[in-house]
C-alpha cells in the first residue's frame, strides 16, 4: 500500500514536511489515551500475578515487532503495518477477553453488541479528543479500514452495531492489514506459551504431548546445548518457534502471491480469500498449540476463577450505572441522549482499565456497606 495511494483522512489537513501520514498515524495512536490504557490491562495473567508477564501493552508491542519483520521481509509499507500492530488491541475492554464476551452478552441482549475492533474505530473517530479542528484522531482511511478488517471480513449484507458501510465491505484488506492477524497469533501462541510456562500452569512434559512444533524443534535444541537447564531450553525453543512460525508465513505468502500473480492492492482486495497465510503443514501446527494453550492455560482453574470474578465485576458496574446513569462522569453522561442509556454505561466500562475497574467495584461496596 502505497502512501500516496491512500484514500486520506476524513477531514483534510496540510502535509506535514518529514513525516508521511501514516507515520502520522502511528504517532497519534502512541499519544492516545487508549493506547496508555493498555498498560494496565490483561493479556492472559492479571498483574497481580507477575511482574514478568505480559499484559496488553508489552503484547502489542510484541505484535509489532512481528509485524514490522513480516512486513520488510514482503517488500510492504512498514508505517502501515506498524501503525495497525499499535492499534489493533486498543478497543480491548478490561479483564481480556472476559471482559469483552461479558459486554458483547449484556449489550446483545440489548439488540446491539460489542466487539473490541469495532470499538476501537469509535475510540479512533470519535472518543479521543485532542484536537480542536475535528473529532477523533482523524486517521487515514487505510488505518481505520485495517482497525475494523484485521481479524474478519465482512460481506456486503453484514449490518454490524456500528456503521462500517464506507469501509470496502466485501473486499479484502491490504496485505498489510492481513499480516496483522497473523503477527497476533505469533505473538500470543508464543508468548502465551512462555507465560504459562514461567507461571508453572503448565509443565514441560505437557507442551511436548500437546504441541508436535514445540517438542520437535525443544529435541534439536536440547541436542545442541547439552547440559542446559530445562528454562533455558524452553527460552531457546520458543525463540526458534517464532522464527519457524514467521518464516513460513513469510515463504507461504510470498509463494501465494507469485502464483496468483497479485501486482497490486486492488487485486488483493479482489481475491476471493485472504492471501496472508500459514502454509499447509504448519498451519497445522499452529492450530494445534492454540488448542494446546486454550485446553491447557486458558481454562486452567486457577485462571478461570479469577475470570469469573471479573465478569462478576462488570456486570455490577452495568447495573451500577445503568440504574442511576447520573452516576457517570459529565463526559459521559451527555451522551445518553445521542446513544441510550446501555450504550453509554458500556462505552465507559470498556474504557477503564483492570484496575480502574476494581477501585470502582470497591467504592460501590464500600457505600453499599
Known amino acids: 500500500m502505497k502512501v500516496e495511494d491512500s484514500e486520506g483522512r476524513r477531514y483534510p489537513e496540510p502535509e506535514h514536511p518529514y513525516r508521511n501520514p501514516f507515520q502520522r498515524d502511528r504517532d497519534r495512536i502512541i499519544h492516545a489515551k487508549a493506547f496508555r490504557r493498555l498498560e494496565k490491562k490483561t493479556q492472559v495473567f492479571n498483574p497481580n500475578y507477575s ?6 501493552l508489552t503484547h502489542t508491542l ?3 515487532q512481528i509485524a514490522r519483520t513480516i512486513g520488510s521481509a514482503l517488500c510492504l509499507n512498514n508505517d502501515l503495518c506498524e501503525v495497525l500492530a499499535l492499534s ?11 471482559g469483552e464476551e461479558v459486554l458483547d452478552r449484556i449489550m446483545s441482549s440489548c439488540g446491539s453488541g460489542f466487539e ?24 487515514t482511511f487505510e488505518v481505520r479500514e485495517g482497525i475494523v478488517k484485521h481479524s474478519r471480513d465482512y460481506a456486503p449484507g453484514d449490518r454490524p452495531y456500528v456503521d462500517i ?13 492481513q499480516l496483522i492477524d497473523l503477527a497476533d497469533e505469533v505473538a500470543y501462541n508464543t508468548a502465551d506459551l512462555d507465560d504459562g510456562y514461567g507461571s508453572g500452569l503448565i509443565t514441560l512434559d505437557q507442551i511436548m504431548e ?8 525443544y529435541l534439536r535444541i536440547e541436542e545442541d546445548f547439552p547440559g542446559s537447564s530445562e528454562g533455558i531450553l524452553v527460552s531457546e525453543t520458543i525463540r526458534r518457534l ?63 476463577r479469577p475470570r469469573r470474578r471479573a465478569k462478576a465485576l462488570i456486570v455490577d458496574l452495568f447495573r451500577y450505572y445503568g440504574e442511576d ?45
Open 210 to 217: 500437546g504441541s508436535a512444533l514445540f517438542r520437535r524443534l
Open 325 to 369: 446513569p447520573a452516576r457517570l462522569p459529565a463526559s459521559h453522561f451527555g451522551r445518553i441522549g445521542e446513544r441510550g442509556v446501555q450504550r453509554v454505561v458500556c462505552d465507559y466500562i470498556a474504557g477503564m482499565t483492570d484496575s480502574f475497574a476494581r477501585k470502582i467495584r470497591g467504592r460501590i461496596s464500600s457505600h453499599s456497606g
Open 165 to 177: 458501510d464506507g469501509y470496502r465491505k466485501g473486499e479484502r484488506p491490504p496485505l498489510e492489514a
Open 51 to 56: 511482574d514478568h508477564f505480559r499484559n496488553r
Open 88 to 98: 489493533h488491541d486498543i478497543g480491548h475492554p478490561p479483564f481480556s477477553h472476559a
Open 242 to 304: 517464532i522464527d519457524v512460525l514467521v518464516t513460513d508465513l513469510v515463504r507461504a505468502t510470498r509463494d501465494r502471491i507469485r502464483t496468483e500473480s497479485l501486482d497490486s492492492v486492488e487485486a488483493v482486495r479482489k481475491f476471493p480469500s485472504r492471501v496472508v497465510g500459514f502454509g499447509p503443514e504448519i498451519g497445522v501446527l499452529s492450530r494445534q498449540l492454540k488448542g494446546f494453550l486454550r485446553d491447557n492455560l486458558y481454562h486452567h482453574p486457577d485462571l478461570e
Open 116 to 139: 473490541h475492533n469495532l470499538h476501537a474505530l469509535r475510540i479512533i473517530e470519535d472518543f479521543e479528543e485532542r484536537y480542536a479542528r475535528f473529532p477523533g484522531l482523524n486517521l
Open 62 to 64: 510484541e505484535v509489532s
